[in-house]
């Protein structure tokens, strides 16, 4: 189930992210400030085809605005960064783990 006052939240991040205030935000999406307003509240339920735009503004993944979830492949970007970071030794000591976990 959508908790609808977690996604305002996401949303409402997201768009302050992208340094948009909400007028400019409304016109993009071709709504009226109020209507963002009462979204980013949770007030309002804000409709799949809009959540398809606001997605689509904010470059995010819709499972990740809905549900707060990174999509697979951002998960596995995330990681690899991280692993990219780290010096040879802590490296192979990761390697080693993914090794035994996936003999499991």
Do not use: W
């Given at each position: ?9 996401r ?8 340094h ?85």
């Amino acid at each position: 189930m959508i908790n609808f006052k977690a996604l305002g939240t996401r949303i409402k991040r997201a768009r302050k992210g992208r340094h948009l205030t909400q007028e400019r935000f409304a016109e993009i999406l071709e709504v009226t400030t109020e209507h963002v307003s009462r979204i980013e509240t949770g007030a309002f339920r804000p409709s799949l085809v809009l959540l398809e735009k606001i997605s689509s503004v904010l470059e995010m993944d819709e499972a990740e605005i809905m549900f707060g979830n990174k999509s697979d492949e951002e998960e596995v970007k995330d990681l690899m960064n991280k692993i990219f970071s780290m010096d040879a030794k802590k490296r192979r000591a990761v390697e080693r783990m993914i090794d035994v976990i996936s003999d499991l």
